[in-house]
């Protein structure tokens, strides 16, 4: 028998209604009736609660089902492909969070030319890179005393941020205009949010990092 034959039989021969599991594994009936149609598989994390449930080894509920398998490899193969591209996408955070920061602090001289280039195309690489690092994010790791703590950080950075970068005197150009000023000031703003969010991911998601280190 497959694992989907496996369970619903383990079912029957407690009397168990789909609902009855359901609720002791607290997921939805239709989450039982797809597991017992074979029209998807459980995590690594419910098989154990299912093979607790039902009182039969992991080896017995596996056993024979080579498709199952073949899934949870496959599974494995993609979780450690998205570690490996959190870390890559962090430790880039990271690089960026520093070169943003020196370039705050005006460590980083405001020029054109070529070197301008570079600081606009690595400023810009920063922001990308933060989107996926966002989305790479396992947020549901994050409790919701973590997840507070983060906005607040992004708040108070954003405001020391803001404050650091208005300490440059801001000059108007050779005709005066009202709007280049404007201008200047709202792109201190942007950019001080986005140093803001790269420190804070650096910050916050530390911890995931490690966890998701290559072993």
Known sequence: MNFAQK?????N?????????AERLNVSRKTISSWE??????????????SDLYQVSLDNLLREDRKMIDSYKQEHISSKKRDREFR???????????FILLKLIHV???TGGIFGAIIGAVIGATLVNLYFLLNATNWNQLSKGENVSFVLSFIVITC?????????????????????VYGIITGKIVYSMIYSLALTCTISLFSQFKERKEK
């Open 88 to 98: 890559n996408e962090y430790l880039w955070n990271v690089f960026g969070s520093l």
């Open 37 to 50: 149609t074979n029209r998807s598989y459980p995590d690594i994390f419910m098989l154990v609660q299912i």
């Open 108 to 110: 980083l001289p405001n």
């Open 7 to 11: 369970i619903k039989s383990y079912r």
């Open 13 to 21: 021969d407690n009397k168990w209604t789909q609902q009855e599991v």
């Open 160 to 180: 020391l941020s803001i404050a650091i970068t208005f300490i440059a005197p801001i000059g108007k150009n050779a005709s005066g205009s009202s709007d280049y």
